[in-house]
């Protein structure tokens, strides 16, 4: 008779586990979603440092405006920019950054965004004033 | 005889679900104290090609920059100078690779996100990071 009602008990429980275990995952499932963050990651000028740089012959400056980009003293679209960045495809290449103080966030985002696609990593972030 | 053998059975499924909301109690207060660092008013700019970040430096010291220039470190707001004081201190005890991570919306100029730079170039904190949005 005992026994009886302990395996009557035992079904309930399982089940609850289940949805115990269904309520654990969604909270860990929607807790990873919220953190699908990239960290773009760029170095400062140190000062004193802009004469080693000076030998390099590796080297690439970008320009950054508010919603415009500038390759060597030209006005480039984005993907024109996307292509010559991807055409380098070298990790020794060291990316110069100047970025206008009147850019946006975006524009600077987008940037190292396409640097990071192509592989450069040695991104340079100056401040044009 | 029934009736007394349902009162058996009730009382551990009572204490179950009081652990089962403590459970999940305790895992929703533990993400809103990681969620705590970030400012949920900043919308980040989208990155495309950039892959989403798995681990963090647990060192990592997230500053937030919304569009009015406004800086604000675990919604705490500080100025310029508060930051540049608390960046100091924490260098001194993690070290020149403590890393940067600015938050900034996808509307501040960069003129404010420069100055925050500045202030870290100026103690010695070369390694920043920005942070931006991953879709999908």
């Not at chain 1, 920019?81 to 991807?86: F, K, Q």
């Not at chain 2, 008013?41 to 989208?46: D, G, P």
């Not at chain 2, 540049?84 to 940067?100: F, R, T």
């Amino acid at each position: 008779m005992r026994k009886k009602y302990d395996d009557k008990l035992a079904v309930p429980m399982s089940s609850m586990i289940d949805v115990v275990f269904l309520l654990l995952i969604y909270f860990i499932i929607t807790q990873r979603d919220e953190i699908s963050e990239a960290h773009l990651a760029i170095n400062l000028p140190a000062p004193g440092s802009a004469k080693a740089s000076e030998n390099k012959p590796q080297l690439l400056e970008v320009e950054v405006f508010e919603k415009q980009y500038f390759l060597r003293g030209t006005s480039v679209s984005l993907e024109t920019l996307e292509s010559t960045l991807n055409s380098f495809r070298n990790p020794d290449l060291t990316v110069i950054i100047k970025v206008s103080i009147n850019a946006k966030a975006p524009d600077l985002v987008n940037v190292l965004d396409l640097c990071q696609g192509a592989g450069l990593t040695k991104l340079n972030v100056v401040t044009l004033r | 005889m029934r009736n007394r053998g349902d009162e058996d059975l009730e009382t551990p499924i009572t204490s179950m679900i009081d652990i089962v909301f403590l459970l999940i109690i305790f895992f929703v207060v533990t993400a809103a104290v990681d969620k705590d660092m970030v400012d949920e008013s900043i919308m980040l700019a989208e990155a495309k090609k950039s892959p989403a970040v798995e681990t963090s430096d647990p060192r990592m010291v997230t500053i937030n920059v919304n569009q009015r220039g406004q800086i604000n470190i675990a919604l705490q707001p500080v100025t310029l100078n508060q930051l540049e004081q608390m960046l100091l201190a924490l260098k001194i005890q993690a070290g020149d690779s403590l890393p940067l991570l600015i938050r900034c919306d996808g509307n501040t100029k960069f003129d404010y996100i420069d100055r925050v730079m500045q202030r870290a170039a100026k103690i010695g904190l070369y390694r920043v990071r920005i942070a931006a949005m991953v879709d999908g």
